[in-house]
């Protein structure tokens, strides 16, 4: 059993019969820090003799970012434990794009073979006007394969986190959600159900809405877009040539697309201004709403819409984040979401995420202490994450435009860039990729 293991069963115990509130508050000066003579010792690592499993690392959140940084750690022979505020994982929800960045890590965690085989390994992914001409192709065999050895995996979201939960040794800790954090030096995490965790680091990968990122930035939350996702996966049966190719279309204020999951099930997504559909319309007049909006689009979409139920659609608001200032105070760090939400049109937000838990988990097997290993992964990571913040933020006013002189540029410019430009960005995407020890 690991420190957290042992502090989160004493403190459970203790706050049936105490408030939490005050046995913490007495410990910690106003600005969080605790008593030094309270401070855990165990936080160093990298250091002859301290063994880097010794480390205590409490994940708040068990989604890919939270999952993937269990794994990693493992991997180096850290066993974390991971608080996830839902009461269980179920097979619900859509798919995802795992980009060439995403796999290679997935690749050193050993997990990229699995990825593949329950999800899809497009061979190219085709972006489209409405009228159904060819903007731009990506073959992944000639760019991504060629010169890495991966490729972009579509995959159900549920999948992937089965795949990540049946690598992980670690324990899951599900209905744990992380109410405050009080203190980042020592960290001191307080859950929902009077649970209190003194881990030697805390992390927060609880997405775009963290409690965790309270104490190291503040003030910090989501801007919203004037866009509404929707997505959806349905059952479908695809043309031959269809099966492994995705594919992007750029309308006047349309943008839809996707990706087969597996043989018979397809991962639609679509964007539309908020106004198209009332927050509170039925699912059946929002699916009439989207049905009319992407009629006039190329194949797969209309057969993929017709398909659709109208539960079946998932609508999530748009939003990101601003450059967070910091990512870690103390033994506090941020990852994934939490640290970096970003628009989606760029399909690197998980990606981006999968990439911080390698470097995390290298530099906290590797540093000479805790902190310094946490400000080394931030070094690392946080330029290249807000640059992919930003370039989504950029696609996504492209990918939107509503006026038909814009649209209509757009496409064309988008058509005569060259494709060995093309090829170029998307190798250097890939070599640029955060991969410890290359
Ligand atoms: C429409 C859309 C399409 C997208 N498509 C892609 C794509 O194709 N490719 C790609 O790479 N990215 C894509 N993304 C982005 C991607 O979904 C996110 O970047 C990714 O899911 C973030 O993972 P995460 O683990 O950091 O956060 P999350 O997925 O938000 O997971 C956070 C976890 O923490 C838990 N949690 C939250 N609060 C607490 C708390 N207080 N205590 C304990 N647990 C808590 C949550 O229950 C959840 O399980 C898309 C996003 C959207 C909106």
Redesign the pocket.
């Known amino acids: 059993m690991n420190e957290v293991d042992r502090h989160a069963r004493t403190d459970r115990t203790a706050s049936a019969t105490e408030p939490s509130e005050e046995r913490e508050t007495e410990r910690y000066d106003a600005n969080g820090r605790c008593d030094p003579s309270e401070a855990s010792t165990t936080g160093r690592i990298g250091e002859p003799g301290a063994a880097s499993d010794a480390l205590d690392v409490a994940i ?7 999952l993937t940084t269990a794994l990693a750690l493992e991997r180096r022979g850290i066993e974390p434990t991971v ?4 009461s269980e994982y179920r097979p619900v929800g859509a798919g ?4 060439p960045n ?1 796999m290679l890590v997935f690749d050193r965690l050993g997990i990229a073979a699995s990825i593949r085989s329950a999800g899809v390994a497009l061979d190219r992914v085709t972006i489209r006007s409405s009228s159904g001409r060819t903007l731009q192709r990506f073959d992944v065999a000639g760019v991504e394969r060629d010169a890495f050895g991966v490729g972009f995996v579509a995959i159900h979201r549920g999948d992937l986190l089965r795949i990540l939960r049946d690598a992980l040794d670690t324990r899951v800790e599900t209905d ?3 109410a405050t954090v009080s203190s980042t030096e020592p960290p001191v995490a307080r859950f929902e159900d009077g649970t209190t965790v003194r881990p030697d680091v805390l992390l927060g ?7 965790v990122r309270d104490a190291v930035v503040d003030g910090v939350g989501r801007r919203p877009l004037p866009t509404v ?1 929707y ?1 959806a996966v349905v059952p479908v049966t695809l043309p031959a040539q269809a099966r492994t190719a995705g594919c992007e279309i750029w309308g006047q204020g349309t943008y839809t697309g996707g990706a087969p999951i597996d043989d018979d099930r397809f991962y639609w ?1 679509a964007t539309a201004p908020d106004s198209l559909v009332p927050v509170d319309a039925d699912p059946a007049t929002r699916l009439a709403a989207l049905r009319d909006r992407h009629a006039a689009a190329p194949e797969p979409i209309p057969t993929v819409l017709d398909a659709l139920e109208p539960d079946d659609v998932i609508r ?1 608001a ?1 939003a990101d984040l601003p450059t967070l200032e910091r990512w870690h105070r103390d033994r506090v760090a941020l ?4 640290a970096h ?1 970003m628009c ?1 049109f760029a ?5 981006q ?1 999968i990439e911080d838990a390698l470097v995390l988990a290298d530099t906290l097997a590797t540093g000479d202490d805790t902190e310094s290993a946490l400000a080394a992964y931030e070094r690392e990571r946080k330029p290249r994450a807000d640059r992919a913040r930003a370039e989504s933020r950029r696609l996504g006013s492209l990918a939107t435009i509503e006026s038909r002189a814009g649209a209509t540029a757009r496409n064309l410019l988008a058509a005569m860039v060259p494709t060995r430009l093309v090829d170029r960005m998307r190798r250097r995407r890939v070599a640029n990729a955060s991969l410890p020890g290359d």
């Open positions: 708040v959140g068990g989604g890919i970012c939270g608080y996830e505020a839902a995802i794009s795992l980009q995403a744990m959600p992380c990968a609880d997405g775009i809405d963290s409690v996702a997505r997504f999530s748009l990852a994934g979401d939490a939400a989606p399909g690197q937000g998980a990606a995420g």
